[in-house]
């Protein structure tokens, strides 16, 4: 098998395997139900994985990675605080309300915590945890230009962040997984932005 062709089905495998830990949980998976699913022998499912728990990791590192950079980019600290946090704002409920990797890295990282507690924490380490310290970054920039007043910005930052999600992400994670309109994650950025501004703003 040449690389390309192999680099293809380690992709099918890997999106085949996202669909069915996020439908199944990981005690539902087997490595039968992610070879069907990826139309692939089950000999080439074990080239590539040698257990379902190697599958899993890296099923779970895979959907990290498309999440981790999307939001609270260092140089929005070059705007004013009004306009930067409306802009994080809308970065997070778009995150939230759009991106189904968001929905499917909760639902596999829960599925598999009990078998996995290590990298469920690792997962929050490196994916919540890592962007609200983007966002206390910010805040304190921010703070030293006396645009924004805050005592707490590690608070503040995780505050900023469940303001985002409200009526957006409990409604994915828990029903539909439908994609939110981007005219309502514009509503509730706007929403969150002005909440967090009257507590905050200078």
């Keep these: 098998m040449n690389g390309a062709v192999k680099a293809r089905k380690h992709e099918a495998i890997l999106s085949a395997a996202t669909r069915v830990f996020v439908r199944e949980g990981f005690n539902g998976t087997s490595m039968e139900q992610v070879a069907r699913e990826a139309k692939v022998a089950k000999p080439t499912l074990y080239n590539h994985f040698p257990d379902k728990g ?117 409604n994915r994670l828990f029903g539909s997984h439908e994609k939110v309109p981007v005219a309502q994650c514009e509503r509730v950025a706007r929403a969150a932005h002005d909440t967090f501004m009257a507590r905050y703003g200078a």
């Design 54 to 170: 190697a599958l899993y990791v890296t099923v779970v590192e895979n959907a990290l990675r498309s999440v981790r950079n999307e939001i609270a980019k260092p140089r929005l600290a070059e705007l004013p605080a009004r306009q930067g946090l409306l802009l994080v704002a809308n970065q997070l409920t778009d995150l939230f309300g759009r991106h189904d990797s968001v929905v499917h890295l909760c639902c596999i990282a829960v599925g598999g915590f009990e078998r996995f507690p290590l990298a469920t924490a690792a997962i929050m380490d490196a994916g919540p945890g890592r962007g609200t310290e983007k966002i206390r970054v910010l805040l304190r920039v921010w703070c030293g230009r006396g645009e924004l007043t805050v005592d707490d910005e590690q608070i503040a930052a995780q505050q900023l962040v469940e303001l985002c999600k409200v009526s957006i992400f409990n």
